[in-house]
């Protein structure tokens, strides 16, 4: 499975709809986005947006009745591993280890947090 790259307001649809418990309808993905993003974005802002991630593969349009819903092709596991590994290959040479550490410098990473992992 291809992961395109996504623009922050298609990850915020896409944020929207994993957080769903359900297949969402458009009102559903408007209701999130602009209650929990702080966007006053209208349906049909909301309606390119998810055309877009439907031409991306990331969900497929499914039809039941007269509702359309929105079904997740690509999980949010795989995206956001997607967005770690290219962080780490492209700001960290591939080295996880380098990784690490500059989180526990910055101390975005305490070593209560490293025990934890472990």
Known sequence: MK????????ELVMKSIWD???????????DRVNGFYGKDWKPQTVSTFLSKLVRKDYLKLCRNGKIYTYKILVPEEAYRRKLYKHHISFWNHNDIVEFVQEMVNNKDLTKEDLEKIQ
Do not use: A, G, Y
């Open 3 to 10: 992961i395109e790259k996504l623009t922050e307001s298609e």
């Open 20 to 30: 769903c418990k359900k297949e969402p309808v458009l009102s559903d993905v408007v």
